[in-house]
């Protein structure tokens, strides 16, 4: 593993700016634990000021410092991503595993969820959940949700290498070894879909971040967890744009834009790496 | 069977069509900080007469296929030539493929030479009728008007005992067998001087092998190519070369006529493949070798089998042995034969 | 007369196709064949592929359940196991060799991490086998293949030859003590110069362990060269068996007859 982060940061400069914007984020996350304002306290500092020395990247109109407004942020954004990606990729892992592996019914019934839930309209789903739970719609919630949306498409990519790592010889020779089926899938097959679940985690936190981003600027989420989308939703609500504090808007916008670079270019990294081509330059032999 | 009765006698060493000098090619690789140097065609020379089928076996990874991609100019990076030439003599007109232009090598490949390759009956276009795919690949090429190039297409299949229906059929309807013959129909409609096969009835069962291996022989006959047959099956060899170079480890350290070969080879490793083939008939023990065939990447120094060599000296750790003449057209590097001073 | 394998009139049928073109193909066609406990053999199974050769393998081998007739083993219908206890009391007595060796062995994995779990799976008749019980077992198989587990300990796949990596498949295959091994074109993918190694292996094997292989080949050189009894099969059907160097010197059914006269044989003696 640290081998493998190595090589790409030398050889692979998307990874290498990739990983430096990842650092810095979590840089941020680590800093919002020094924010000397509690996140949901209003007019703690002067309103309405321009980035300075005293506030880089100015006040809000409610009386917010942006910079500490954005950590903190930042913090519970990324945290969802993570959240949403992880509990998702188990799920895909365990869905998608077993049914390659098992085949027959077990395959078709857990296809059948799979592809219930891949035809679903996610948007409006999502829209509907804030109507039923109103006040219990809180961010773990909306965690939770997302992760079960949001499984189905890579459970079925993981199928696919499952069915043929079935066929593979060495399946069998595991099988005839008396290992069972729990230890096959964890220890002979994971390893050879491990690549495509980390390349898989970039693109569903984008996803997933993306979805709240939009779902917050709409107010159909928990509009007191601050998050990028919720920072949006207030600006909006005073009107920063117009009454001209940009800053208001500017900073979340900015630190999505980032955030996405980085994943994207971690995502496409890591694509190459797994890339079989490239892979058996590697090895050689 | 006997296969003295599929053998012809080997022309005498008429001019060569083919003169291979001092090849060098290697797989160079650059991948995440790893570089590798891949010795797969080291230093091999031979040349080969008009009309001769010259055979080369060796062991997988042993640098067979290298060398004869190296051979026909289809190397592809990151197979690089780094020394050596291959210089063809067609209808007493020299080229070397390697200072050839691409549209030079293009026509020398469609007029002069062809390429089987391994598990060539995939080139067939699975939804096309095969006749689609005789007029893609050659009607270009033999420079005839439709009419005359069918009936040319026609004759050359019943020269191969082939029926002209096939033309008619996708290449599903047609048996791994059929698949294989009207590939190589396709490969030789041309007329090619010089054909190229490489494991062509690897995948084929026995009794389609031997049929596929007539028809080669039969294309020998008819048309007067020469051959370059590749195949790690010494008994293929036996069968339809006149000539065989044993490769081992990307060097050639045994050539010789075949019954030479089969009655008394001189190169321990050549000995051994040859003793240990099981025959119907003949249940004697056979013996093994030990050790592996090495690494291309990291090749033993000196002799590449003394490791595993029964007739190891000293000096076979030291010094490349080189290949030299033992007889007229039996050549050998070792120096437990040839003796250490040369 | 007790008998270790009895495939009783075994047929196997595969269905293809769709709703609307399905097609049934014979795989398998009444076979019958027996292996007695008290004579090993190493017996080949030789045909064409398409000759149901490997069906026949996989019914024996309990991948493949027969559509018609019983595979028997020591008594036992093989279609009948079903829980987990009776698959590997049944892996126990009969293990494969697989073709490829190069596909055998996961390539991420250690060789030897194979041998190390089948001899922790089935070593357990006195309860679990101690690490030290696992380790002397696995090098004593090693041992009886002409290896020892130095030479395997930790390496991965390719940095074996293939010659070294089926003889530690075979070892694998050894560990529970089978009494029939079933080995699917064992050597086609070995080398040239290590191939009789492995051939000479099983002969060894029969004679020490007094273990009976299925020996399944397309190569009737080797055949005739190992084997005890042969059966030639075509298309599902046996179409001669019987001693396999009477069978080989002097076939009777004219596709023996075929298959003999396109063996290559280089004769220039």
């Known amino acids: 593993m640290f081998t493998i982060v190595r090589d790409l940061i030398r050889y692979n400069i998307e990874f290498a700016i990739g990983l430096l914007i990842l650092l810095l984020l979590i840089g941020a996350v680590v800093l919002s634990f020094f924010s000397p304002y509690p996140a949901a306290d209003i007019y703690v500092v002067p309103p309405d000021m321009p980035p300075d020395a005293e506030f880089w990247l100015g006040t809000t109109s409610r009386g917010q410092d942006t910079f500490w407004q954005l950590m903190i942020g930042l913090r519970n954004t990324l945290g969802f991503g993570v959240g949403v990606a992880f509990l998702s990729r188990i799920l895909s892992l365990v869905v998608g595993l077993t049914a390659g592996y098992a085949g027959g019914r077990t395959d078709r019934v857990l296809m059948a969820i799979n592809d219930s839930i891949m035809v679903i309209p996610q948007f409006p789903i999502l829209v509907l959940f804030y109507f039923v739970l109103k006040d219990n719609m809180n961010w773990l919630m909306l965690v939770l949700i997302l992760s079960a949306l949001g499984w189905s498409y890579d459970a079925r990519l993981i199928r696919s290498i499952a069915m043929s790592l079935r066929t593979r010889p060495f399946t069998m020779q595991s099988v005839y070894s008396g290992m069972s089926m729990r230890k096959i899938l964890v220890e002979e097959h994971l390893p050879y879909v491990m690549p495509i679940v980390f390349a898989t985690t970039m693109n569903n936190m984008i996803w997933s971040i993306g979805m709240e981003i939009t779902l917050s600027v709409l107010g159909f989420t928990d509009v007191d967890t601050p998050t990028m989308g919720q920072m949006i939703y207030w600006a909006n609500s005073h009107s920063a744009l117009i009454s001209g504090i940009w800053w208001w808007v500017a900073a979340p916008v900015g630190a999505i834009v980032i955030l996405f670079v980085g994943l994207f270019l971690l995502s496409m990294s890591m694509n190459e790496y797994i890339d079989p081509r490239s892979r058996l330059n590697r090895m050689g032999n | ?342 | 007369m007790s008998l270790l394998l009895d495939i009783d009139h075994v047929g196997k049928t595969f269905l293809q196709g769709g709703l609307l073109s399905r097609r049934s193909i014979e795989a398998v066609k009444d076979i019958s064949l027996q292996i007695e406990v008290e004579r090993p053999e190493i017996l080949s199974v030789v045909g064409e592929s398409g000759s149901g050769k490997s069906t026949l393998a996989a019914m024996v081998l309990g991948q493949q359940l027969p559509t018609r007739g019983r595979v028997l083993f020591d008594g036992v219908d093989v279609a009948s196991i079903r829980s987990r206890a009776d698959r590997c009391a049944f892996m126990a007595k009969v293990q494969p060799v697989l073709q490829n060796p190069f596909e055998a062995f996961n390539p991420l994995k250690r060789v030897d991490r194979y041998l190390f779990a089948t001899a922790a799976n089935f070593m357990t008749a006195n309860g679990k086998p101690t690490r030290q019980e696992i380790e002397a077992r696995v090098d004593r198989v090693l041992v009886e293949v002409g290896l020892t587990l130095a030479e395997v300990r930790g390496r991965f796949p390719h940095e074996l030859s293939g010659g070294q990596l089926q003889r530690t498949a075979i070892a694998r295959a050894l560990i529970p003590e089978p009494r029939l091994l079933v080995a699917d074109e064992p050597v086609s993918m070995v080398d040239a110069s290590l191939r009789m190694s492995i051939v000479n292996l099983f002969g060894a094997l029969r004679d020490r362990l007094g273990l009976s292989i299925i020996y399944i080949t397309h190569d009737l050189a080797t055949a005739y060269y190992i084997s005890d009894r042969i059966i030639i099969m075509r298309k599902g059907e046996v179409v001669e068996r019987g001693d396999a160097r009477t069978v080989l010197d002097n076939p009777q059914h004219p596709y023996s007859i075929a298959l003999k006269n396109a063996v290559l044989t280089p004769d220039f003696a």
């Not at chain 2, 790893?34 to 080291?42: K, M, S, T």
């Not at chain 2, 009419?147 to 229906?165: N, S």
């Not at chain 2, 000995?271 to 249940?283: E, T």
């Open chain 2, 1 to 342: 069977m006997q296969t003295e009765a599929l053998l012809h006698t080997p022309k005498a060493a008429s001019e060569p069509i083919l003169a291979v000098e001092n090849l060098k090619a290697y797989y160079t690789t650059k991948a995440f900080g790893i570089d590798r140097d891949i010795r797969a065609v080291d230093d091999i020379s031979l040349t080969i007469a008009k009309g001769e089928i010259y055979g080369v076996a060796g062991e997988s990874s042993s640098g067979k296929t290298s060398l004869i991609k190296t051979i026909v100019g289809a190397i592809r990076p990151p197979l690089h030539v780094v020394g050596g030439s291959v210089c063809f003599n067609f209808e007493g007109q020299a080229y070397n493929i390697y200072d050839l232009g691409p549209d030079e090598l293009q026509t020398i490949r469609w007029r002069h030479l062809s390429y089987i390759m391994q598990g060539s009956m995939n080139v067939l276009n699975p939804v096309r009728r095969i006749k689609h795919s005789f007029f893609d690949f050659a009607f270009a090429h033999m420079g005839l008007d439709r009419a005359t190039f069918w009936d040319k297409v026609r004759e050359h299949l019943r020269r191969l005992d082939l029926d002209p229906g096939v033309l008619d059929s996708y290449p599903h309807q047609l048996s791994g067998g059929m698949r294989q013959r009207t590939t190589i129909a396709l490969a030789t409609v041309c007329t090619p001087e010089f054909i190229v096969a490489d494991e062509p009835t690897t995948a084929l069962d026995v009794i389609v092998q031997r049929d596929v291996l007539t028809m080669l022989r039969d294309i020998q006959r008819d048309l007067g190519s020469s051959f370059l047959f590749v195949t790690h099956d010494m008994s293929v060899h036996a069968t339809v070369s006149d000539r065989i170079g044993i490769v081992y480890a990307g060097r050639l350290v045994e050539e010789a006529d075949t019954p030479t070969l089969f009655r008394g080879a001189r190169h321990p490793y050549t000995q051994h493949l040859v003793a240990s083939l099981p025959k119907i008939g003949d249940a004697t023990r056979r013996a093994s070798l030990s050790g592996r065939p090495p690494s291309l990447a990291d090749p033993p120094a000196g002799c590449r089998f003394h490791p595993r060599c029964p007739l190891a000296m000293d000096i076979c750790s030291k010094q490349v042995p080189p290949l030299n003449p033992l007889a007229p057209r039996h050549r050998v590097a070792c120096f437990a034969v040839s003796g250490a001073t040369s």
